[in-house]
C-alpha cells in the first residue's frame, strides 16, 4: 500500500482525522476543491484547510500549498506538541501580503508557503480550547471587511481561470503550428 503525500495515512490525513474526531457533530466534509471540510457552529458551515507538521512551533519549516485565493480557516496541527493553530482567512492573506511570488506560481494568492515560525501567537492552542478559538475565528466571516476580501478573492479567482484557459489555448495553438 502506499504511503505517499495524499496517502490515508500520511501525516496530514492524521492531523485531519484527528480535527474531525475532537469536533465531532460539528465537522462535516466538503468538496476538496473548496478544502478539508467544514466546522459548524450554530447551523453554519466554515471551511477550513488542515496543515499537519512535526516541526516545533517555533521552527522555520514551512507549511505548503496555503491557498489564500480561497479565503478560508488554516487549521494546522503540531503533532510533537500535541497543539493547533488556527489562522482565520484574513491572518493568512496578512502572512502572505509581503511575498513576491507563490509556490510554483507566480501568484501569491493562489498558492503559498508560510513558516511556522511566523504564525500569529495568538491562534495556538490545545485540543481543550480548539472549538473555542474556531468560534473566535468564526465570527471574522460576518465583518464587512472579510466580506469585501472574499469578494476581491472571487474576481482575481475568475482573472486566473480566464487566463489559465487563454494560455491553455494559445500553447495548443503553438504546437499546433509547428507540426
Not at 118 to 127: A, G, H, R, Y
Request: net charge positive.
Amino acid at each position: 500500500m502506499a504511503e505517499g503525500l495524499n496517502s490515508k495515512n500520511s501525516l496530514g490525513a492524521n492531523g485531519e482525522k484527528r480535527f474531525a474526531s475532537l469536533l465531532g457533530n460539528k465537522f462535516s466534509e466538503c468538496d476538496k476543491k473548496l478544502g478539508d471540510g467544514y466546522f459548524i457552529i450554530n447551523d453554519e458551515k466554515y471551511v477550513f484547510e488542515v496543515k499537519t507538521t512535526e516541526g516545533s512551533i517555533s521552527s522555520r519549516a514551512k507549511l505548503n500549498q496555503i491557498r489564500p485565493i480561497k479565503c478560508i480557516t488554516l487549521v494546522t496541527y503540531f503533532k510533537k506538541a500535541n497543539l493547533w493553530s488556527v489562522v482565520n482567512p484574513l491572518q493568512v492573506i496578512e502572512l502572505t501580503k509581503t511575498k513576491t511570488r507563490g509556490q510554483h506560481t507566480e501568484c501569491v494568492i493562489e498558492c503559498t508557503q508560510i513558516e511556522v515560525n511566523k504564525l500569529p501567537e495568538d491562534s495556538f492552542c490545545t485540543d481543550n480550547n480548539l472549538f473555542e478559538k474556531l468560534f473566535e475565528v468564526s465570527k471574522i466571516y460576518e465583518t464587512t471587511k472579510y466580506k469585501k476580501i472574499k469578494d476581491q478573492c472571487e474576481v482575481y479567482l475568475q482573472v486566473l481561470k480566464s487566463f489559465n484557459e487563454e494560455s491553455r489555448q494559445t500553447l495548443i495553438s503553438m504546437v499546433k503550428s509547428e507540426l
